[in-house]
């Protein structure tokens, strides 16, 4: 098959676009795209200072790349959070991410926070501590990863945070939601989310139209390192069989899952359905960290690291082992 703008041979058909282009075209496709959304849904300017979050995967290390390619003022943050797995994730993730840096010399900042070295415990042990060893440490990972992205973006002063939610992440989340008809989840779903508050960082998901298959060719073609497994944690989540199930969909019906997204947000825009409504929730100040919260005493986030430290101080064999 021939790229469509010349002669070379495809290296990718997006059978949802009617579009197979070469390694060069498709590079180029991707990030004019990429600009294209970022106007399109108003996520930020080339004034505005852009926290990108990188977890060392595919998908964020393409978005940083993309975003300096772009010539945007993007610095990145990646939060240590101690997950072995067995095969060192967070290590290898870590190490992915270096690796980015250093290939690109000079000028890029990175942040890293280890949640071991600041608040004494990894994700797994903080997990044992307060779950008494049932269940998985995805929650209190989600709640830490979303304190600690909305303080370095507060702390630093930037003007907007990014991360690299695909298009096959979006719909599996949309797709959990509607089954479930989570009002509350899919008023809050989108790729933008407004600054809701004082002090709570502005989020947006440059690569929200892009299918995980064109974020994998991205990165592979611009030669990106990164962390080919899951999250260890991750296997058996339902958000992966949803994935699945909307893979199967897709094969039968190209472009199924773009149109699925996009007709979400259009209903939202036409019909005025499952619209946000950040001003109607009242916000406090969580005395201890100073995030807004709608919970009139500590937020979710200090009562949870405050059990966990409570816990590690009674049961100092709590530091077991990752998994
Ligand atoms: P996930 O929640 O693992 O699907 O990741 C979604 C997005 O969150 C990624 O694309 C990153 O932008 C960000 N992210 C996840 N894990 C980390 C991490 N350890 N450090 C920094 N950003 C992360
Ligand atoms: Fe947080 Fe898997 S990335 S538990
Ligand atoms: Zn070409
Ligand atoms: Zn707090």
């Not at 106007?39 to 979050?53: N, S």
């Not at 998901?205 to 990106?224: H, Q, T, W």
Request: proline share 4%.
């Amino acid at each position: 098959m021939k790229c469509r703008k010349c002669t070379n041979r495809a290296a990718i058909n997006m059978r949802q676009h009617k579009l197979a282009l070469c390694p060069e075209h498709f590079i180029e496709w991707v990030q004019q795209q990429t600009e294209r959304f970022i106007k399109k849904y108003r996520m930020f300017t080339r004034d505005d200072r852009v926290l990108v979050a990188v977890s060392g995967g595919k998908d964020s290390l393409a978005l940083w790349d993309i975003l300096l390619a772009l010539g945007y003022q993007a610095d990145g943050l990646y939060i240590g959070l101690g997950i072995d797995g067995g095969i060192d994730y967070s290590a290898e993730s870590h190490r992915c991410v270096q690796k980015f840096v250093e290939e690109r010399g000079d000028g890029l900042t990175l942040h890293v926070v280890d949640v071991e070295v600041l608040y004494g415990a990894s994700i797994p042990e903080a997990a044992r501590s307060v779950a008494r060893g049932r269940g998985k440490p995805c929650s209190v990972c989600g709640l830490t990863k979303r304190h600690i992205m909305n303080r370095v973006a507060r702390d630093e002063g930037y003007d907007v945070l990014a991360t690299g939610h695909n298009l096959d992440d979006e719909a599996a989340t949309l797709f959990g939601n509607t089954l479930q008809w989570a009002v509350g989840y899919l008023r809050r779903q989108g790729p933008v989310l407004p600054a809701s508050a004082q002090g709570l960082a502005r989020k947006v998901k440059p690569l929200f139209r892009f299918y995980e298959r064109e974020m994998a060719a991205y990165a592979l073609l611009r030669g990106i390192e990164y962390i080919y497994d899951e999250c260890p944690y991750a296997a058996g989540a339902t958000s992966i069989r949803h994935k699945e199930l909307l893979n199967e969909l897709e094969i039968s019906s190209p472009g199924a899952k773009l149109q699925f997204y996009l007709h979400f947000l259009q209903a939202r825009e036409q019909y005025g359905i499952f619209q946000p409504q950040d001003s109607t929730v009242e916000l406090h100040t969580c005395p201890t960290c100073g995030q807004p919260t709608t919970n009139p005493e500590q937020c979710s986030f200090c009562r949870t690291w405050e059990r966990v430290r409570e816990q590690m101080t009674k049961r100092p064999t709590a530091k077991a082992t990752n998994p």
